[in-house]
């Protein structure tokens, strides 16, 4: 028996379900493409490791022989301080391709890839706007700083596709636990229903833990958030909240969170050969079965995370965490002066570096998207707001407590949601000024386009004239 439902509770309940548009997903694959083309052309060169390229891709070959990292100086486990999830991933492509520039480069383009692919679709099922979606990807394709870490063996660009994908999920089960209520409110009967995108986003999360700790800063915002979205969503159906039936599935999601952290250490736990895989016992301390090891492992994890404390030693390429969306301190992979560019000295870098345009319009739209969204109580300004917050306030906390020794490339995770807030921002002056908004949105994109062709070469290390290259450096001896 259907029940009549009120309109204005059923616009909150449903409003903002996704829908399956087909050409949603046609400029979904046109710009997918065109960034996987871009993130893989000429990925094998350099024809060498770059900046800390030394120690990922040998750490996963490593893997790939003997379970865990290993340290050929002394023919024993090597100590490390970085889960093995991001290690194993690059072990992939060394397995698929060997232990070559392709090998190591590509499971990173793959992850950058996904990252726009999975950015456009939450884009589309936050704003219902083909054009907005596209607009998200776009300009993650045409952003240097994501280009550059897809190009690169380097961690980060897996962690922040692990977070986007916690994101998304988070975002489906959204609408899923609100379209639930609906359906009971129509039928008059509340159905248990598995959350299955909340349980996916635990193991998703749980994955990106498994690549850096850093994820860790996600984790009070995203409960909140789940928290927030099913209270509200239970008010606008005049429903009480279900704490005990909601807690208990909270807390499935975040025990598959911890199982499949621990599963990325699979490798530890199940050789004898890893760094303190045997602590107890070489410290003559009782190591009984599996107890044990995970008593080993926390050692590990104590020891690492005393290291990471301490890491305060000067480095020529480090930041401060507000020196990043200013691009105040960018960091050059590599760095040569060949010949054969027509010109008495030549220049060839790989800097990352994000598009200028791009990020510095980064503060303006947090800023206007904060005020937006108390204007405007909506969901998705809040939602986007506290997500990029989470990946940038507590390197602040860091950087002020210890002075820790900090580089640009620790915001990548919150790059999609710095991105999501432009494009609410260009959302809204096209809602509100119709041509006039379109026009501006068209003309920043195009300046984002340009500035992007124009800094490519020294995101791709091509060879340039000397004052070719030295003309691209807009801060002087900053990105030098």
């Known amino acids: 028996m259907i029940t009549a439902v009120p309109d204005l509770v059923r616009r909150r309940l449903s409003r903002l379900d996704g829908r399956l548009d087909p050409y949603s997903w046609l400029v979904t694959g046109v710009i997918v493409t065109v960034a996987a083309i871009l993130r893989l052309s000429g990925i094998t060169y350099p024809k060498k490791l770059i900046f800390d390229e030394i120690y990922y891709p040998t750490d996963a070959w490593d893997m790939l022989q003997h379970g865990v990292e290993w340290d050929e100086k002394t023919n024993g486990p090597g100590y490390v301080v970085h889960p093995p999830l991001g290690k194993w991933l690059i072990a992939l492509g060394e397995k698929a391709f060997g232990n070559t520039e392709l090998g190591w480069r590509f499971p990173a383009a793959v992850a950058g890839t996904l990252m726009i692919l999975i950015l456009i679709r939450v884009a589309y099922r936050l704003f219902h706007s083909i054009v907005l979606a596209g607009l998200a990807g776009l300009l993650m394709t045409l952003d240097g700083f994501q280009l550059v870490l897809s190009r690169t063996s380097l961690l980060d660009i897996f962690l922040g596709l692990f977070i986007l994908a916690t994101f998304a999920a988070m975002v489906l089960d959204r609408d899923h636990y609100r379209r639930s209520l609906l359906r009971a409110l129509e039928t008059g009967i509340e159905r248990r229903i598995v959350p299955w995108w909340l349980l996916a986003a635990g193991i998703l999360y749980g994955l990106a833990c498994g690549v850096k700790w850093s994820a860790l800063f996600f984790l009070p915002v995203f409960a909140g958030l789940i928290v927030v979205w099913r209270v509200r969503a239970r008010s606008s159906a005049g429903r009480p909240f279900t704490f005990l039936a909601d807690l ?133 300004a809040y939602a986007i707001v506290v997500s990029a917050l989470a990946g940038l306030l507590p390197w602040f906390y860091y950087a002020v407590a210890d002075s820790r020794t900090m580089f640009s490339f620790y915001v990548l995770p919150a790059l999609p949601f710095l991105i999501l807030a432009v494009v609410y921002v260009l959302g809204v002056l096209i809602a509100e000024f119709k041509s006039t908004g379109i026009t501006i949105a068209a003309v920043y994109v195009v300046a984002v386009a340009l500035c992007f062709a124009y800094f490519w070469p020294i995101f791709v290390d091509q060879v340039i004239p000397y004052d070719s290259w030295w003309a691209r450096m807009w801060l002087g001896t900053r990105w030098v």
């Open 248 to 380: 208990g599935w909270g807390l499935t999601s975040f025990a598959l969170a911890a199982v499949f952290y621990l599963a990325t250490w699979t490798g530890w736990l199940v050789t004898d050969t890893g760094f303190y895989r045997h602590w107890r016992a070489d410290n003559g301390m009782s190591e009984p079965p599996i107890l044990g090891a995970l008593l080993n492992l926390w050692h590990y994890h104590s020891e690492a995370y005393t290291f990471h404390s301490d890491l305060t030693k000067p480095h020529r390429y480090q930041s401060w965490p507000w020196q990043w969306l200013l691009l105040g301190r960018p960091v050059p992979f590599d760095f040569a002066t060949p010949g054969g560019c027509g010109a008495a000295k030549c220049a060839q870098e790989i800097v990352l570096l994000g598009t200028p345009i791009l990020w510095w319009s980064f503060l303006p739209a947090l800023l206007a998207l904060i005020w937006l969204g108390i204007a405007r109580r909506d969901w998705r």
